[in-house]
């Protein structure tokens, strides 16, 4: 067995590029800095999974809430919560298990991989319009793009890395980036699944990036050509995985080696902001990191930001000036002070 593991670990990487991309591979950012941060605001409603900041408004979502709500609105002003929003349950309007979720135009958004679902909030002083929309068909990671577009990745019924999906329908319109074929003895869709990647879209449009969960790769795609450029390192190392198979489908099974690259993100219109972890995915701090990797939408690396201390999720400022993070251990929402 060990010697089939190394063999999965040491050939997968040159399969995975495909048609219609360059690729860089680097071992060393152009740029470093260090950032300290102190703390904002405490959150102990639970575990931040995601932030968003619109406006003078921070977004805290929670999926471990005791409170029965998944995002809560707080004022960057006075700290005080303003407000919160989407409730716990399966009846209409609500949620289970979010996966994705964000802001796009004032509009909050969630989506239930479990319900199959997308629910919409539009905040209104009179009454807050909530919608619900069908998503019948399985994708790790959305990106809503305008008021019915998304952007999804990880489908698994397709050898295509992106769709763009009709919210309104469920429809998918058309989709990018070809994988190539998979290794010899590894199934396609374990192949597939061992490369799962976060979604990101540029705020402005047109540009997608996908960031790896089990190797530090990131993919920067042009959504109106297709074309895409793949970024390896600065380890360059490759999912450590098993192929399964699982009630009927083919899947990538963790193992002892395998390790997490990246956890979160956070995107501007000038820069893609990613979470890196590097640990052990039976380590303390499997889904937390100390390191923001920075790309441009380009996809050039620009720099590492060293973080003083583990943060599970963060945000930035629409004018890249200001970070915003929630540090576990302290349960709390900190701020940066300075790179």
Not at 92 to 119: A, T
Request: contains cysteine.
């Amino acid at each position: 067995m060990k010697k089939k593991l190394i063999i999965i670990m040491l050939v997968c990487l040159p399969a995975f590029y495909s048609r219609g991309q360059d690729s860089l591979l680097f071992s060393a950012f152009p740029k470093e800095e260090t950032v300290h941060f102190e703390e904002f605001m405490p959150f102990k409603k639970g575990q931040a999974r995601k932030l968003f900041l619109d406006g003078s408004t921070l977004y805290i979502w929670a999926n471990d809430s005791d409170e029965g709500y998944f995002f809560y609105a707080c004022n960057l002003n006075d700290k005080n919560q303003t407000g919160r929003y989407f409730t716990q349950g399966n009846g209409r309007g609500q949620l289970f298990s979010p996966f994705s979720g964000g802001i796009h135009n004032g509009m909050m958004w969630l989506h239930d991989l479990n319900l199959d679902k997308i629910v919409t909030i539009q905040p209104s002083k009179e009454s807050d319009v909530v919608n619900e929309y069908k998503i019948p068909r399985f994708y790790y990671s959305l990106q809503l793009t305008d008021s019915f577009l998304l952007w999804g990745s990880g489908a698994d019924h397709s050898q295509q890395k992106l769709q763009q999906i009709d919210m309104r329908t469920g429809q998918e319109l058309k989709e990018l980036g070809t994988f190539s074929n998979a290794p010899a003895g590894i199934p396609f869709y374990s192949w597939k699944n061992a490369y799962e990647s976060f979604l990101f879209t540029r705020p402005s449009g047109g540009k997608a990036a996908l960031a790896a969960r089990l190797t530090d790769l990131v993919e920067v795609f042009d959504l109106e050509n297709g074309r895409s450029r793949q970024v390896k390192g600065p380890e360059n190392y490759p999912p450590a995985f098993r192929p399964i198979q699982s009630f009927g489908k083919d899947l990538a099974e963790r193992i002892s080696q395998t390790r997490f690259a990246f956890v979160n993100g956070a995107v501007t219109d000038r820069y893609i902001y990613l979470l890196y972890s590097g640990n052990n995915h039976e380590s303390r701090y499997l889904d937390q990191g100390m390191y923001i990797f920075v790309y441009d939408w380009q996809g050039n690396p620009v720099k590492r930001l060293t973080c003083d201390r583990y943060i599970k999720c963060f945000t930035v400022s629409d004018d890249d000036s200001s970070i915003y993070a929630f540090d576990v251990s302290r349960k709390a929402i900190v701020k940066m002070t300075g790179k």
